[in-house]
């Protein structure tokens, strides 16, 4: 008799082991905000977790278990969560959670009862993390180059910049050097930048040709060496500066070399597909990217990139670049490869 108790006992251990533990409830709690699964048994639940940041989509799953109460996902819509969906993948329950803008996604398990907790309160890690800073080229007493149909630089940049602004806004510190047609000097543009601590400078600007076939898009980033080519644009474009009361040569080189070559290399980094996808998609020529001493450039403490986004002087290029949608086009492209580098 003896013997089956103990085999009976045996028995019941190796249940308890190996039956799946069951989410019994799914409830939200108010004051902290938290969303809470109750699991069945004794055995801590394990949970794997990932948060994508741009989408604020957070997938919790846990494993072992089944499921055994109904998730009514509109019941936890509200402050904190827009939408909650559930796969069962036989041994483990995965839920995608879509959060709210400002909701923390701390996830962690409890013992007695178990429970797996979704701390909603908002946390430093959902801070903004990188500040952008977003230079529209020239701007007030400065029209930059006037092209085409007289349209002038300083408007199609800004209108650019402005639309990369509310793009990144949502997950990035976004500074602008100007947000209306006001004149900036250019060391006070890498200034602006510098005091914000910027961790990118992107300035954006149009090209100008004596001879109005040339076209297309380029990018430049800073370097000491340059071509001839990305020396004549460097120099027209720091021209302006000094057509309106600056020396552009007593702009002290602050960068050390180590951090020049690494800014030199991360601007490069960031250069290269976002010229080439920005001519794909508005059907523009691919100029390249060039290294020059662009003075707007020179003063900023990291990498940085100024963009040619064609030739104001171009009558194709033009009419592109001064239409509302091609310019959503850029921005999204712009915006979408500036979040690419960082995440
Ligand atoms: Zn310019």
Same mark, same amino acid.
């Given at each position: 008799m003896k013997k089956?108790?103990?085999?009976?006992?045996?028995?019941?251990?190796?249940?308890?082991?190996?039956a799946n533990s069951s989410i019994k409830n799914i409830r939200l709690n108010n004051n902290p905000p938290q969303l809470v699964f109750d699991i069945s048994g004794s055995i801590k639940p394990k949970f794997n977790t990932n948060y994508d940041e741009y989408n604020r989509l957070l997938f919790v799953e846990i494993e072992? =278990?089944?499921?055994?109460?109904?998730? /009514? +996902? #509109? !019941?936890?819509?509200?402050?904190?969560?827009?939408?909650?969906?559930?796969?069962?993948?036989?041994?483990n329950i995965g839920f995608f959670i879509k959060l709210k803008k400002g909701s923390g996604h701390k996830v962690y398990s409890l013992s007695n009862p178990q429970r797996? =907790?979704?701390?909603?309160?908002?946390? /430093? +890690? #959902? !801070?903004?993390?990188?500040?952008?800073?977003?230079?529209?080229?020239?701007?007030?007493?400065?029209?930059?180059?006037?092209?085409?149909?007289?349209?002038k630089e300083k408007d199609i940049a800004l209108s650019v910049a402005k639309k990369i602004q509310?793009?990144?806004?949502?997950?990035?510190?976004?500074?602008?050097?100007?947000?209306?047609?006001?004149?900036?000097?250019?060391s006070q543009r890498s200034k602006i930048?510098?005091?914000?601590?910027?961790?990118?400078?992107?300035?954006?600007?149009?090209?100008?040709?004596?001879?109005?076939?040339?076209?297309?898009?380029?990018?430049?980033?800073?370097?000491?060496?340059s071509s001839p080519y990305a020396e004549k644009i460097a120099a027209y474009e720091n021209s302006f500066g000094e057509k309106y009361g600056e020396k552009t040569t007593s702009i002290a080189q602050i960068m050390g070399e180590l951090a020049y070559n690494k800014n030199m290399e991360k601007s490069i980094?960031?250069?290269?597909?976002?010229?080439?996808?920005?001519s794909k998609r508005l059907g523009m020529r691919d100029r390249g990217i060039y290294g020059a001493n662009f003075a707007v450039l020179r003063g900023f403490n990291g990498p940085g990139i100024l963009?040619?986004?064609?030739?104001?002087?171009?009558?194709?290029?033009?009419?592109?670049?001064?239409?509302?949608a091609n310019q959503n086009v850029m921005a999204d492209e712009l915006a979408g490869k500036i979040r690419g580098f960082f995440y």
């Amino acid at each position: 008799m003896k013997k089956y108790i103990t085999f009976f006992l045996f028995l019941l251990f190796s249940l308890s082991i190996f039956a799946n533990s069951s989410i019994k409830n799914i409830r939200l709690n108010n004051n902290p905000p938290q969303l809470v699964f109750d699991i069945s048994g004794s055995i801590k639940p394990k949970f794997n977790t990932n948060y994508d940041e741009y989408n604020r989509l957070l997938f919790v799953e846990i494993e072992k =278990v089944k499921m055994g109460t109904k998730l /009514n +996902s #509109s !019941k936890f819509i509200g402050k904190n969560i827009e939408k909650i969906d559930m796969i069962d993948y036989g041994s483990n329950i995965g839920f995608f959670i879509k959060l709210k803008k400002g909701s923390g996604h701390k996830v962690y398990s409890l013992s007695n009862p178990q429970r797996i =907790v979704v701390d909603l309160r908002a946390t /430093n +890690s #959902s !801070k903004k993390e990188f500040t952008i800073a977003i230079d529209a080229g020239h701007g007030g007493k400065d029209p930059g180059a006037i092209g085409f149909n007289k349209y002038k630089e300083k408007d199609i940049a800004l209108s650019v910049a402005k639309k990369i602004q509310s793009r990144l806004s949502k997950d990035f510190n976004v500074v602008m050097t100007r947000s209306t047609d006001t004149f900036i000097s250019l060391s006070q543009r890498s200034k602006i930048a510098n005091q914000k601590k910027a961790d990118l400078f992107v300035s954006l600007h149009l090209n100008a040709s004596n001879n109005s076939s040339a076209q297309g898009m380029e990018i430049f980033y800073f370097s000491k060496k340059s071509s001839p080519y990305a020396e004549k644009i460097a120099a027209y474009e720091n021209s302006f500066g000094e057509k309106y009361g600056e020396k552009t040569t007593s702009i002290a080189q602050i960068m050390g070399e180590l951090a020049y070559n690494k800014n030199m290399e991360k601007s490069i980094t960031i250069a290269r597909p976002l010229n080439t996808s920005l001519s794909k998609r508005l059907g523009m020529r691919d100029r390249g990217i060039y290294g020059a001493n662009f003075a707007v450039l020179r003063g900023f403490n990291g990498p940085g990139i100024l963009v040619e986004l064609g030739f104001i002087t171009n009558k194709a290029d033009v009419t592109k670049l001064s239409k509302d949608a091609n310019q959503n086009v850029m921005a999204d492209e712009l915006a979408g490869k500036i979040r690419g580098f960082f995440y």
